[in-house]
Nanobody, 123 residues
Framework: QVQLVESGGGLVQAGGSLRLSCAAS????????MGWFRQAPGKEREFVAE????????DYADSVKGRFTISRDSAKNTVYLQMNSLKPEDTAVYYC????????????????WGQGTQVTVSS
């Protein structure tokens, strides 16, 4: 059974930082892209960041470039999202995703999903 478990969300003031973690289990993830999406109240889920299987391709949504950093520890099947200079508009439920197709992309392939972690940024 595939499981992705996010942690690290919480309440932070604008300008602050949080680090999200996602621990994956149940299958091999070392050849799969992993990353993060988010969904704010009343809005559609949107892409945040992605890291490919060997970490040589990393991409971010324009809204988080320069503030968020994605990384992975393949030995631990874990992906991280370091979020700095947080803004109120970053408030959302953040979801971890792992691509099902080896050497693929979380944006263009079917994914396994975590249950989400709430990030709230106060002004």
């Amino acid at each position: 059974q595939v499981q992705l478990v996010e942690s690290g969300g919480g309440l932070v003031q604008a300008g602050g930082s949080l680090r999200l973690s996602c621990a994956a289990s149940g299958r091999t993830f070392s050849r799969n892209a992993m990353g993060w999406f988010r969904q704010a109240p009343g809005k559609e889920r949107e892409f945040v960041a992605e890291i490919n299987w060997n970490a040589n391709i990393i991409d971010y949504a324009d809204s988080v470039k320069g503030r968020f950093t994605i990384s992975r520890d393949s030995a631990k099947n874990t992906v991280y999202l370091q979020m700095n200079s947080l803004k109120p508009e970053d408030t959302a439920v953040y979801y971890c995703a792992a691509g099902r197709r080896p050497y693929g992309s979380i944006r263009y392939d079917d994914d396994d999903w975590g249950q989400g972690t709430q990030v709230t940024v106060s002004s």
